[in-house]
């Protein structure tokens, strides 16, 4: 079973950093995550017909 998440952002930030920021890995976990969830990025590929792999993880419930 196959899931596709879509999430959409407006930046104002110059084309080299934009660049920056989807293509550093450390980078893409400081702001992918929506707000309170965290990023591990596994694997970035960023060749053409290749795959990434990232989780994205909820915070620890308090009990």
């Known amino acids: 079973m196959s899931?596709?998440?879509q999430n959409s952002r407006i930046i104002k930030a110059s084309a080299e950093k934009i660049?920056?920021?989807i293509t550093d890995p450390k980078?893409?976990?400081?702001?992918q995550a929506p707000?309170?969830?965290t990023t591990?990025?596994?694997a970035l590929n960023l060749?053409?017909?290749?795959s990434?792999?990232?989780s994205l993880f909820y915070p620890p419930m308090e009990i």
Do not use: D, I, Y
């Open 3 to 5: 899931q596709t998440t």
């Open 19 to 21: 660049f920056k920021a």
């Open 27 to 31: 980078a893409l976990e400081t702001w």
């Open 35 to 37: 707000f309170g969830m």
């Open 40 to 42: 591990k990025v596994h």
């Open 47 to 50: 060749k053409e017909g290749r």
């Open 52 to 54: 990434s792999t990232m």
